[in-house]
């Protein structure tokens, strides 16, 4: 059986909705410190420290959040799908 729900609502809604915090003050800060930052940095090796700095675990914690997101969305390097077989053997 197949059952599809369509919701039609804002994204402010569908977070109240989830039950996920309001980050928009936070994000706005975000947002505000990288523009400072960005306007006063006069190199590409400046940009890059800048990015180890603000990314947990570097390029392994974007890589490892990109496959989360992923997975949670069923679009995985495998589909979704368990690379592991279930078979028992006698």
Known sequence: ????????C??????????????GKLNET????????????SSVEQLQNFTKIITPMGEAGIKMFSSFLGGAMGTGSNGGK???SSKKKD
Not at 1 to 8: G, I, S, Y
Not at 30 to 41: D, I, M, R, T
């Open 82 to 84: 368990s690379s592991s």
């Open 30 to 41: 975000y947002v505000k410190e990288l523009s400072k930052f960005l306007q006063g940095a």
């Open 10 to 23: 804002t994204p402010e809604e569908a977070r109240k909705l989830m039950g996920l915090p309001d980050v």
């Open 1 to 8: 059986m197949k059952v599809t729900v369509e919701l039609d």
